[in-house]
RNA sequence: GGGCCGUUAGCUCAACUGGUAGAGCAGGGGACUCUUAAUCCCAAGGUUGCAGGUUCGAGUCCUGCACGGCCCUCCA
């Protein structure tokens, strides 16, 4: 399982204690990869501490990046006016006294604190406004040219030269427009420029001023290095985007041991998660981390990036059989966890073994599962849609026994999400739509199967329409005709469903109403009713 | 051009540091003979993309090729 074997190779190759770094910039709502890093480092971290270490697990909130794009979710004229601004200093537009960046970043926490990630939180501009980040400052000001000569050497002097040190302009509040012309040591004069950037513009103004305690801040890449350095980060990953040769992952890697000389933290380059095929990115709008919890329960969104090797991207559809799919792993997956998957060949015995694990590290929360009962999800959509049907009373038929608390807590996420599921994602053959015209299928129904509807349309116009009187009903009739229990009920199906099984017939019909049940038997009979004209 | 990933049964995917290629669904056969028939049982289905190599042994490791996806530009 791949998380242990991650887990085994830090041990190897970094020494202990073990500092686990994640980041994100909160500059809209958090992507579904973004909770893939989350959770994947969460995993290696419970991995790290499960065999006896010290771990820190560290998540850090970059805002004190620039506001340089506008999500689609808010209103753009509210924040055109502080495009180049921290991110911190935006404030929200909706009133209260959060900051554009503490909006997106609560937003975020609660989603991966939702799928039993706990790391500890920081934000960058605490960092730099808390005086910790000044040495840094003053090393990346002292060295400036050595880290643009870096640059340009990893990049292949693919970029114009930068400064890797972004100053706070005084006048106008951005931080994106800079760029500094002096360091005497002390002070750095900078100016704010109207189009050094296109999506912000400066004020002009042209300054000197205390780098420190907040003035100013390091580039991205310089940042990251000076973060390691900081805090000692053993470990962290990052999406292939960063990883790619050459990319900001080699420059701050360089950065780090050159200029901090610090050793670079165990590398996880991990792939992408796309949801239905398409890139979901913040800043192109589309489902966002958020929007994945409501599709699937906090179990199975971790279920499903743990059980997906780190490098393979991920690409889920909620829509077809994805779902249910994907809780049948998931069962598996607990079935092996609790020893209740059999295995006879060597091989089966490692598969087993894997699958516990990767329930072990899908699991929200730190203390151990007790057993559950895992009705199959597709059985479960198939009985809440039963007029008839308990599903508890179902599952308590199935376990052979009453319910534990444990048992009723499943059983109530798989009824939720399987009712979600039905309403939102399930292929329509899942679904058991009563027809609202005669369906096609009818044609193929046989002389007989017509008689016996016929006759049940008969029948029921003069009894009353109730599940024991209607199934009653058929039976009588299937007798007369010599039609199979499979015949006579497929022949009730496709007249109301479109297909040959169904929820018990006669709860079926008894919800449906008298005169709609007769007319649409007739309807499907292809027959005249007995004695009437039309 | 560089990098990463993928290619295994009709479909969707498994298979630890090399050790008899598995499952679900679909399809086939059968069972329960008044319906929780979306259940249960059985069988079948694969020269693991192609060509080489290493090995007692390769889906797995190495080399090359083909096809597909994504990343390498700004920003993070």
Redo the contacts with the bound molecule.
């Keep these: 399982m791949w998380v242990d074997?991650l887990v085994e190779r830090i041990c190897e190759e970094r020494s202990a204690p073990y500092v686990v770094n994640d980041a994100w910039?909160p500059s809209g709502p958090a992507h579904v990869g973004s909770l893939r890093g989350v959770i994947l480092h969460d995993a290696v971290a419970r991995g790290l501490r499960e065999r006896g270490y010290p771990v820190e697990f560290l998540y850090g909130f970059?805002d004190f990046?620039?506001l340089?794009g506008i999500p689609p979710s808010v209103p753009e004229e509210a924040y055109r006016p502080h495009m180049g601004k921290p991110l911190c200093d935006v404030p929200w537009h909706e009133g209260d006294a959060r900051s554009f960046a503490d909006h997106f970043a609560g937003e975020f926490e609660s989603v991966f604190r939702a799928v039993g990630c706990e790391p500890q939180t920081y934000r960058t501009s605490h960092l730099y406004r808390s005086g910790a980040f000044d040495p840094a400052l003053r090393t990346a000001l002292d060295r400036a040219a050595e880290i643009v000569a870096i640059e340009r050497e990893i990049?292949g002097s693919?970029?114009a030269e930068r400064h890797p040190v972004q100053v706070l302009c005084e006048a106008c509040g951005r931080i994106g427009t800079t760029v500094v012309l002096g360091w005497d040591g002390q002070q750095v004069t900078y100016e704010c420029r109207p189009y050094k950037?296109t999506w912000a513009q400066g004020c002009g103004h042209r300054g000197r001023r205390v780098p420190f305690r907040g003035g100013a801040k390091l580039a991205?890449r310089t940042e990251w290095a000076a973060k390691w350095a900081l805090f000692g980060v053993k470990v962290e990953g990052a999406g292939?985007?960063?990883m790619?040769?050459?990319?900001?992952h080699d420059t701050a890697s360089a950065v780090a041991r050159r200029i901090f000389g610090v050793e670079v933290p165990f590398p996880i380059?991990y792939?992408?998660f796309l949801l239905g095929g398409k890139?979901m990115a913040s800043s192109r709008g589309g489902v966002g981390a958020r929007e994945l919890l409501q599709v699937l329960r906090p179990e199975l969104v971790r279920f499903l990036v743990v059980r997906?090797?780190y490098?393979?991207?991920i690409?889920f559809d909620p829509s077809g059989d994805a779902i249910p799919?994907l809780y049948?792993e998931y069962d598996r997956a607990a079935a092996a966890y609790f020893g209740q998957l059999p295995a006879r060949?060597?091989?089966e015995v490692?598969?087993v073994r894997?699958l516990a694990r990767t329930f072990h590290y899908a699991w929200l929360k730190p203390t151990p599962p007790q057993p559950f009962v895992r009705p199959r999800f597709?059985?479960v959509?198939?009985w809440v849609?039963m007029p008839h049907?308990r599903v508890e009373e179902?599952v308590e038929?199935e376990k052979g026994g009453p319910l534990t608390d444990a048992d009723r807590e499943e059983l109530g996420a798989r009824v939720e999400d399987a009712r979600r599921w039905l309403e939102k994602w399930a292929p329509s053959h899942?679904r058991?739509a009563v027809r609202e015209a005669v369906p096609a299928e009818c044609a193929d129904l046989t002389a007989a199967q017509r008689e016996l509807l016929a006759r049940l349309a008969d029948h029921l116009e003069g009894a009353a329409l109730e599940p024991e009187v209607v199934?009653?009903a058929i039976?009588t009739l299937k007798a007369e005709l010599g039609l199979s229990?499979?015949e006579?009920?497929?022949a009730v199906y496709v007249a109301f469903l479109g297909k040959d099984?169904?929820p018990?017939?006669g709860a079926l019909l008894a919800t449906l109403g008298r005169e709609f049940v007769v007319r649409r038997l007739r309807e499907a009979s292809g027959r005249q009713p007995v004695g009437h004209g039309v």
């Excluded at 790619?244 to 900001?248: A, H, K, P």
């Design positions: 074997v910039t970059d990046d620039p340089d990049t693919r970029r950037v991205y292939k985007d960063h790619t040769r050459g990319g900001s380059p792939e992408f890139k997906a090797y490098r393979t991207a690409d799919r049948d060949t060597p091989g490692q598969d894997d597709s059985k959509a198939f849609q049907v179902q038929r899942y058991i199934q009653a039976h229990a499979k006579a009920f497929g099984s169904g018990q017939a």
